[in-house]
């Protein structure tokens, strides 16, 4: 079974940057498909971005394209999520998870971290 610990969330100001990191421990997950979702206040979880095993496939939600970039390193057993130009609708709380397949469908996941808090002030 893998864990999956987030870090690096906080409080920042509109238009600053964060990373996230998403660690795994238990198993390796660099065959696995990873991804980050989030959770805002009064609403849904929302799709944020999805990675591919090796890097080469990639998407990200229509609201955070040219914002937010993912990466991984799996010699680290980490995945990452670089958010730059924060606006005050990105704060929720942000989960990563990893599965089978690339997708952008939350049941397609099935190990989930306990998320990590993003609070962006206007």
């Known amino acids: 079974q893998v864990q999956l610990a987030e870090s690096g969330g906080g409080l920042v100001q509109a238009g600053g940057s964060l990373r996230l990191s998403c660690a795994a421990s238990g198993r390796a997950i660099g065959s696995y498909a990873a991804a980050w979702f989030r959770r805002a206040p009064g609403k849904e979880r929302e799709f944020v971005s999805a990675i591919n095993w090796g890097g080469g496939v990639i998407y990200y939600a229509d609201s955070v394209k040219g914002r937010f970039t993912i990466s991984r390193d799996n010699a680290k057993n980490t995945v990452y999520l670089q958010m730059s130009s924060l606006k005050s609708e990105d704060t929720a709380v942000y989960y990563c998870?990893?599965?089978?397949?690339?997708?952008?469908?939350?049941?397609?996941?099935?190990?989930w971290g306990q998320g990590t808090q993003v609070t962006v002030s206007s």
């Open positions: 998870a990893t599965g089978v397949g690339t997708t952008t469908n939350a049941y397609a996941y099935n190990n």
